[in-house]
């Protein structure tokens, strides 16, 4: 496997699965477009893979606050791109927001969460690549604190897209 040691794989045997998941989503990303039917539905079938994979790694991270550098320009750019792709597909609505009488905004952007997905994971695949000390940690760190709920909103955005039949 790229940058990690065969005693980093035995300590955590779910990361090949992860790194390998991660990569193939953040490819998807990057090739999003028009011209691409089906990148949808792809990332649709890798996400609950992906989630998996990122509880089947037993890596209790140490108390800490999360962060990394991002760069503001390029996420907007990415988050815009998809949201112009996604169009009408784009807004959800979350659990509670229906609760409020007359409530018609929905709160919740496929868009929003594939790109934070993207980020996250493009983070822990550079730290990865340059065999950084930290990357599983700032990684675990991330998933909890951060894109595990981007992930499971747009898992079930995803599926009820898919129900509708509007995925393609």
């Not at 790229?2 to 390998?20: C, F, M, N, W, Y």
Request: proline share 4%.
């Amino acid at each position: 496997m790229d940058a990690l040691s065969t005693g980093s794989q035995k300590r955590h045997p779910g990361i090949g699965e992860v790194l390998t998941i991660a990569r193939r989503y953040c490819e998807l990303i990057d090739a999003s477009g028009s011209d691409r039917p089906g990148w949808l539905r792809e990332v649709a079938n890798l996400l609950p893979r992906l989630h998996a994979a990122m509880t089947s790694v037993h890596y209790k991270a140490p108390e800490g606050s999360h962060d990394h550098p991002v760069s503001l320009d390029a996420r907007f750019e990415l988050y815009s791109h998809l949201r112009e792709l996604l169009a009408d597909r784009d807004g959800y609505f979350l659990e509670f927001d229906r609760c409020q009488d007359g409530a018609e905004d929905m709160t919740g952007s496929l868009a929003d969460d594939l790109t934070d997905i993207y980020c996250e994971l493009k983070h822990g695949l550079r730290a990865f690549d340059s065999n950084t000390g930290p990357a599983l940690e700032t990684w675990v760190l991330g998933y909890e604190w951060h894109w595990a709920q981007h992930l499971a909103d747009a898992s079930r955005h995803l599926a009820n897209l898919d129900a509708a039949r509007r995925l393609d």
